[in-house]
């Protein structure tokens, strides 16, 4: 096995710069078709984040590189393993066609993986597969998955967003993705069904995952409120619309369900998203003397019982005295008043 050297003393030496412009070359030449496609997808609304997923995986090698490899190992021979997985992915998806471009895609992921794993050893791929995996999101979704996950978005929101009409005092009747809204009509088309604004929150919640320093349980909130978030911000933006209908008129209504509140609904859900990251600082508060936040927080998942632990009298706290029974005071002298 060949020995782990300084990374300044490897990567200036000709073999490694060599070895790593024909790898990265060849990626580049056998990826261009799939990087044309995805860039017109780009310019759909659905997938116009994929501009900015290159840009955030730079920065994300950017803002860990203090923490790269001192040393590293080359060549890795399992990193040939990787690329021969990457390539067969990208044969097998481009013969049978079948999700062709997001199997591309993650074959991509999957070959840049092995470049580092073939250029820099484990230690290298441990540190640099999290930016190189974000770029997943640059791809877009297989046409089947995008449709059906478009048709059961644009139902969903249809039948929360006439609940909510209904629950704030709006008589609204239902037909499949249609409303009737009082003396209006408002359908939720599916451009407006929210994929875009699914897609481009769980990107961005995966890329929060990535950056801020929080506690573990605070990064798995962040991943599992995505979605739910996201359905919810569309839903509020397709209400809004209902309620403007009928106080602002159509037109007004129209501008707003297009333009204004599209805009606000990012905003929105990262609003939520804050006040749920706030009601876990609110619910595990560490003691100055006590274990800190993440230690906290395992305890409690551990025994959930804790959480209700200081409302039990004798519990985490001072001794509450026996029911009935008053401070203790000194029996009254002779001649006091009884």
Same mark, same amino acid.
């Given at each position: 096995?060949?020995?782990?050297?300084?990374?300044?003393?490897?990567?200036?030496?000709?073999?490694?710069?060599?070895?790593?412009?024909?790898?990265?070359?060849?990626?580049? /030449?056998?990826?261009?078709?799939? /990087?044309?496609? %995805? !860039?017109?997808?780009?310019?759909?609304?659905?997938? %116009?984040?994929?501009?900015?997923?290159? &840009? &955030?995986?730079?920065?994300?090698?950017?803002?860990?590189?203090?923490?790269?490899?001192?040393?590293?190992?080359?060549?890795?021979?399992?990193?040939?393993?990787?690329?021969?997985?990457?390539?067969?992915?990208? =044969?097998?998806?481009?013969?049978?066609?079948?999700?062709?471009?997001?199997?591309?895609?993650?074959?991509?992921?999957?070959?840049?993986?092995?470049?580092?794993?073939?250029?820099?050893?484990?230690?290298?791929?441990?540190?640099?597969?999290?930016?190189?995996?974000?770029?997943?999101?640059?791809?877009?979704?297989?046409?089947?998955?995008?449709?059906?996950?478009?048709?059961?978005?644009?139902?969903?929101?249809?039948?929360?967003?006439?609940?909510?009409?209904?629950?704030?005092?709006?008589?609204?009747?239902?037909?499949?993705? #249609?409303?009737?809204?009082?003396?209006?009509? *408002?359908?939720?088309?599916?451009?407006?069904?929210? *994929?875009?604004? *699914?897609?481009?929150?769980?990107?961005?919640?995966?890329?929060?995952?990535?950056?801020?320093?929080?506690?573990?349980?605070?990064?798995? =909130?962040?991943?599992?409120?995505?979605?739910?978030?996201? #359905?919810?911000?569309?839903?509020?933006?397709?209400?809004?619309?209902?309620?403007?209908?009928?106080?602002?008129?159509?037109?007004?209504?129209?501008?707003?369900?297009?333009? !204004?509140?599209?805009?606000?609904?990012?905003? &929105?859900?990262?609003?939520?998203?804050?006040?749920?990251?706030? *009601?876990?600082?609110?619910? /595990?508060?560490?003691?100055?003397?006590?274990?800190?936040?993440?230690?906290?927080?395992?305890?409690?998942?551990?025994?959930?019982?804790?959480?209700?632990?200081?409302?039990?009298?004798?519990?985490?706290?001072?001794?509450?005295?026996?029911?009935?029974?008053?401070?203790?005071?000194?029996?009254? %002298?002779?001649?006091?008043?009884?």
């Amino acid at each position: 096995m060949t020995p782990a050297k300084p990374a300044y003393e490897t990567v200036r030496s000709r073999e490694w710069i060599a070895a790593a412009a024909v790898l990265l070359g060849a990626l580049a /030449f056998a990826y261009a078709g799939l /990087f044309a496609y %995805s !860039f017109k997808e780009w310019l759909k609304p659905d997938y %116009s984040h994929g501009f900015l997923v290159p &840009f &955030f995986s730079a920065f994300l090698f950017y803002r860990s590189w203090p923490a790269a490899p001192r040393k590293v190992r080359w060549p890795e021979p399992w990193g040939l393993a990787f690329l021969a997985a990457g390539m067969g992915l990208f =044969l097998f998806a481009g013969n049978t066609n079948i999700a062709k471009e997001w199997l591309q895609g993650l074959s991509l992921v999957i070959n840049l993986c092995g470049v580092l794993l073939l250029l820099g050893g484990w230690p290298v791929l441990r540190w640099g597969w999290p930016p190189v995996a974000f770029l997943i999101f640059m791809f877009p979704l297989p046409y089947r998955v995008e449709h059906w996950l478009g048709g059961e978005l644009q139902k969903l929101a249809a039948a929360a967003s006439a609940f909510v009409l209904q629950t704030i005092g709006y008589p609204t009747l239902r037909e499949g993705v #249609i409303l009737h809204v009082q003396d209006h009509t *408002l359908e939720v088309e599916k451009a407006c069904n929210g *994929l875009s604004m *699914l897609l481009t929150f769980v990107a961005l919640s995966v890329g929060m995952v990535l950056v801020v320093r929080r506690a573990w349980l605070d990064k798995a =909130l962040i991943l599992v409120a995505a979605v739910p978030v996201a #359905i919810l911000s569309n839903v509020a933006r397709i209400a809004l619309t209902g309620v403007l209908y009928n106080e602002a008129g159509k037109e007004l209504g129209d501008n707003v369900f297009h333009d !204004f509140a599209g805009w606000l609904m990012m905003p &929105f859900a990262l609003l939520v998203l804050w006040l749920g990251l706030k *009601l876990l600082d609110w619910v /595990f508060v560490p003691q100055p003397d006590g274990p800190d936040r993440d230690a906290l927080i395992r305890a409690n998942v551990a025994n959930p019982v804790h959480l209700f632990m200081h409302a039990v009298p004798g519990v985490g706290g001072k001794t509450a005295p026996p029911p009935g029974t008053g401070p203790a005071t000194a029996p009254p %002298s002779d001649g006091a008043a009884r």
